[in-house]
């Protein structure tokens, strides 16, 4: 089954059911295309709140950006409609959910399920960044996993090309932020979610982010890189953390280099 590849989708054409969940600016819920079954997740926009966030450009570029994105490990999105007062998003359905309602249930992940993710992770950037497309917004929220077990990269809500300097202010946690979106140089590049990718891999193993504090104190222990990694972290993964958290954005260590670090391989048996 697929979704039709014909531009023209309405409500009609889909059977809406369960709420999946909240996500940015909307309800999503599962649904069921009526002709050929294809089940997918539809997000419901207001208007309204688009127009009151400002969000509109920030939507319309998303889309275009991920309209020509296919990649395992990124969500899909396949169309999108709208009526008089919604916009709807035709996305893919990523069958066992949201990823940071397993980590907060499990704690933390091992270090073997953590590297597999950072290892789809480290894949699913190397393509976002061969086509010029920051995400920016790297975090566990924005994470989700499919029916086998793969991570899916999703709301591309701040994505842009690069290089970009931010025009709209952040909302939401510091925890994710690198130090050169924080020390209002303001321009940034695809560095950004090598950061994030840092961040992400240590909340994984430890079940909390490395500079998480108030937010002034968060913020002054992000431009230092100052965090602790527990000795339970074992030290081929400190040793990946350390070298993704460095201040200096052109110091850290590349994606391709990522896929092949020690910790990556001795967990993630290469294809036979
Ligand atoms: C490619 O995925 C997106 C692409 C774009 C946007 C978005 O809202 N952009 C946006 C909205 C307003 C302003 C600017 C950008 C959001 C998503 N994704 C989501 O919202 C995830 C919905 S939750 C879910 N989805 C599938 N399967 C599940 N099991 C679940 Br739970």
């Known amino acids: 089954r697929s979704m039709p590849s014909s531009r023209e989708f309405h409500l009609g054409m889909f059977e809406i059911g369960r709420p999946l969940g909240k ?17 997918c997740a539809l997000k419901v926009l207001h208007k309204s709140e688009l127009q009151q966030g400002k969000v509109e450009k920030q939507l319309r570029r998303e889309i275009e950006i991920q309209s020509n994105l296919r990649h395992p490990n990124i969500l899909r999105l396949f169309g999108h409609f709208h009526d008089s007062k919604r916009v709807f998003l035709i996305l893919e359905f990523a069958g066992q959910g949201e990823l940071y309602k397993m980590l907060r249930k499990v704690g933390r992940f091992s270090e073997r399920r953590a590297a597999e993710y950072i290892a789809q992770m480290a894949a699913a950037l190397q393509y976002l960044h061969k086509k010029h497309v920051i995400h920016r917004d790297i975090k566990p929220e924005n994470i989700l996993v499919g029916i086998h077990g793969e991570i899916k990269i999703s ?25 050169e979106m924080l020390n209002g140089s303001n321009y940034h590049n695809e560095k950004v979610d090598l950061w994030s990718l840092g961040v992400l ?48 954005p052109d110091q850290r260590i590349p994606l391709d280099e990522v896929a092949k670090h020690p910790w990556i391989l001795k967990h993630c048996a290469p294809k036979p």
């Open 23 to 39: 996500g940015k600016f909307g309800r999503v819920y599962l649904a069921k295309e009526r002709k050929n079954g294809f089940v």
């Open 155 to 179: 709301d591309f809500g701040w994505s842009v090309h690069a290089p970009n300097s931010r025009r709209t202010t952040m909302c939401g946690t510091l925890d994710y932020l690198p130090p």
């Open 201 to 248: 891999t240590y909340e994984f193993l430890v079940g909390a982010a490395p500079f998480e504090d108030s937010p002034v104190e968060t913020q002054r222990r992000i431009v230092r890189a100052d965090m602790k990694i527990p000795d339970f972290v074992s030290l081929e993964a400190a040793d990946l953390i350390k070298k993704l958290l460095v201040v200096k």
